[in-house]
């Protein structure tokens, strides 16, 4: 009987169901992608940057002024070597160009016709001239500067003997550097036309003989020479 009623019994089916938790969405952020504001470069005085567009145009800022970059451009970068003696050891990344009064130190050896060793110590004075798209030509113009003044003067001092370099090392140097001087005196200073560089002005800093021995004579016949001439002066006023 009971398995007949159980089986004579309607069936009860449900039309709807519920969960027991709610479904939670997953967090979401929202990027603001446009921006406050364009990058900005301050050039300060005697310095110049150089913009270069992705179509490859270039522009020439020269400081003082502030200037904004367009949302295509890059600033172009130099390398510059450093120490004394100037070398590529350890080179600076720079985008800004120093173009007036600038002061570049170097530490050049060079050997006399007699096969005596000198060691000058220089400080170069140089400008930039020319067209400004023309300065950025060489990437590190420290060392097309420096390597260019010791092959000068390399050259020029082993064509005289230490006796006649050491009596007018300053004067001799600047004449290599900067040229002679004309009637009025001034020096032209040397052009470098790959980029507009020129040397204005060359300051000798030290002038050392490398053999100790001779440079003791030297000094000696300097002295004596100072001596024969103060005696000579007083012989002549007698």
Same mark, same amino acid.
């Given at each position: 009987? !009971?398995?007949?009623?159980?089986?004579?019994? #309607?069936?009860?089916?449900?039309?709807?169901?519920?969960?027991?938790?709610?479904?939670?969405?997953? !967090?979401?952020?929202?990027?603001?992608?446009?921006?406050?504001?364009?990058?900005?470069?301050?050039?300060?005085?005697?310095?110049? $940057?150089?913009?270069? +567009?992705?179509?490859?145009?270039?522009?020439?800022?020269?400081? #003082?002024? =502030?200037?904004?970059?367009?949302?295509? /451009?890059?600033?172009?970068?130099?390398?510059?070597?450093?120490? =004394?003696?100037?070398?590529?050891?350890?080179?600076?990344?720079?985008?800004?160009?120093?173009?007036?009064? @600038?002061?570049?130190?170097?530490?050049?050896?060079? %050997?006399? +016709?007699?096969?005596?060793?000198?060691?000058?110590?220089?400080?170069?004075?140089?400008? &930039?001239?020319?067209?400004?798209?023309?300065?950025? %030509? $060489? %990437? @590190?113009? *420290?060392?097309?500067?420096?390597?260019?003044?010791?092959?000068?003067?390399?050259?020029?001092?082993?064509?005289?003997?230490?006796?006649?370099?050491?009596?007018? +090392?300053?004067?001799?140097?600047?004449?290599?550097?900067?040229?002679?001087?004309?009637?009025?005196?001034?020096? #032209?200073?040397?052009? &470098?036309?790959? @980029?507009?560089? !020129?040397?204005?002005?060359? /300051? *000798?800093?030290?002038?050392?003989?490398?053999? %100790?021995?001779?440079?003791?004579?030297?000094?000696?016949?300097? !002295?004596?020479? *100072?001596? +024969?001439?103060? /005696?000579?002066?007083?012989?002549?006023?007698?």
């Amino acid at each position: 009987e !009971r398995s007949a009623v159980s089986q004579d019994a #309607p069936a009860v089916l449900a039309d709807e169901f519920t969960r027991g938790s709610t479904y939670t969405e997953p !967090r979401t952020v929202t990027l603001d992608t446009k921006f406050a504001g364009v990058p900005a470069i301050d050039i300060w005085t005697g310095y110049a $940057v150089m913009l270069v +567009s992705k179509t490859g145009e270039r522009r020439v800022e020269i400081g #003082p002024k =502030t200037i904004l970059l367009s949302y295509d /451009e890059t600033l172009e970068a130099l390398q510059m070597s450093t120490g =004394t003696p100037k070398s590529t050891d350890e080179l600076v990344r720079t985008v800004y160009l120093r173009v007036k009064n @600038n002061q570049v130190s170097d530490l050049v050896y060079a %050997e006399t +016709s007699d096969h005596v060793m000198v060691s000058i110590w220089l400080s170069l004075r140089v400008n &930039f001239e020319s067209t400004p798209e023309q300065w950025f %030509e $060489v %990437e @590190n113009y *420290v060392k097309t500067l420096t390597d260019h003044v010791r092959s000068l003067l390399k050259s020029h001092v082993r064509r005289v003997p230490i006796e006649e370099f050491y009596a007018r +090392s300053e004067d001799f140097i600047r004449d290599v550097i900067l040229g002679t001087k004309s009637d009025d005196g001034a020096r #032209p200073g040397r052009l &470098f036309p790959e @980029n507009g560089m !020129r040397i204005t002005d060359a /300051e *000798v800093l030290q002038v050392q003989v490398g053999d %100790e021995r001779i440079a003791g004579l030297l000094a000696e016949a300097q !002295r004596s020479a *100072v001596e +024969s001439n103060i /005696e000579l002066g007083k012989a002549e006023k007698e």
